[in-house]
């Protein structure tokens, strides 16, 4: 910014920014300052400084909606860099941030709910702050805790201000953690259940792609699959159906399929953001990890409805992690000893190879 002074902003603009400023005064100061977080000069200035972090962090709670709404874009802005994101989990004078951040995302009035949501989407990306993040969830649980967040999340219209799109987000870099995974597989808890439906969830992309990647993240543990497969559960509907197009297919094929995928409409579009695509590809790919996974997959045909996906889709990206997806279905069965393929150590010179041939196939775009 040509106009950006850091002496004049700490001299004379960060008093402006503390509570007991007269009103007027806090929201002009405020209004340049979330303009200046805006800048890539501006964001790294302020975020190497702690001063303005601690002011900021203060605002959230102030009294005035045009004041907090600021301090809030503010920091979504700053929060895009992973490093001040750490720093503000460890402010000295604000040990409960993250805290009150969520306390206000979970009341049902709250006006800048989104907002908020987009910024614990941002502070939790990182793997360490996510489970720092966690530690606090834990530790508040009565009022913060996972549980309460999801079933806020589930609930449509909880709050008529606020979508708590991004809540689907944040709960998804939470579930990097193993604990958090963990607790959503929870078989005493109906909480994977809950998030089934959002995988149709036509409103929306940012709650669609959050759930997607919850649930691909949580097919990572294969201790799990059998009972994600099972009627406790049966993600595989779930993760087809997005994937699925209006084709016919004969009858013999048609009855092999989950109930779910027989006799689509005409009308049936696939998911259309690609991103989405791709990790629920991931996560069919991931329960193919396990003999008992594969068979199963194998069982409900679901070979047709990947070689039809694969003849519409576009993108390399995807089509690639189709075509690895279709290998395993199509393939024999490896020996005893590798059934498992999360457990089979792949020489380092076939890696590179693959590597190799899915970076000349992607280039072919």
Not at 63 to 77: C, E, H, P, Q, R
Not at 235 to 261: N, R, S, T, Y
């Amino acid at each position: 910014m040509s106009d950006f002074n850091p002496k004049q902003l700490d001299e004379e603009l960060l008093p402006f920014l503390a509570k007991s400023a007269r009103l007027d005064l806090r929201v002009t100061t405020l209004q340049y300052f979330a303009g200046l977080t805006g800048t890539d000069e501006g964001r790294q200035y302020i975020s190497r400084n702690e001063k303005y972090l601690e002011a900021l962090a203060d605002l959230i709670e102030d009294s005035d909606g045009a004041v907090f709404k600021d301090a809030y874009t503010a920091l979504i802005n700053l929060s895009a860099y992973r490093d001040t994101c750490w720093d503000l989990l460890k402010l000295t004078d604000h040990p409960t941030f993250v805290a009150t951040v969520l306390k206000y995302v979970l009341q049902p009035d709250s006006v800048f709910a989104d907002g908020g949501c987009m910024l614990l989407s941002n502070l939790s990306r990182d793997e360490n702050c996510a489970s720092v993040i966690m530690e606090t969830i834990t530790k508040e649980s009565d009022s913060i805790g996972l549980d309460r967040i999801i079933q806020v999340f589930c609930t449509e219209r909880y709050n008529s201000n606020a979508t708590l799109h991004y809540l689907g987000s944040f709960l998804s870099n939470l579930t990097q953690i193993p604990g958090t995974r963990k607790f959503v597989m929870d078989r005493n808890r109906c909480v994977i259940q809950r998030l089934l439906p959002f995988t149709q969830y036509q409103a929306s992309c940012v709650r669609r792609r959050g759930v997607v990647s919850i649930l691909r993240n949580c097919c990572f543990e294969t201790e799990y699959h059998s009972w994600l497969l099972s009627d406790q559960v049966d993600i595989l509907p779930c993760l087809l159906l997005p994937l699925a197009g209006p084709e016919e297919f004969d009858e013999d094929d048609m009855e092999k399929l989950p109930v779910d995928l027989q006799y689509l409409e005409p009308t049936k579009e696939r998911e259309p953001e690609s991103d989405i695509r791709q990790m629920l590809i991931e996560a069919l790919n991931q329960l193919c990890a396990t003999k008992d996974g594969r068979l199963y997959l194998r069982k409900k045909n679901i070979y047709v409805i990947m070689r039809e996906l694969h003849k519409w889709e576009k993108d390399k990206k995807v089509e690639a992690a189709i075509l690895n997806l279709i290998d395993i279905l199509i393939g024999d069965e490896p020996d005893v000893k590798y059934e498992n393929l999360k457990e089979t150590d792949v020489p380092q010179d076939l890696q590179e190879r693959f590597n190799k041939m899915n970076e000349e196939f992607l280039k072919g775009e």
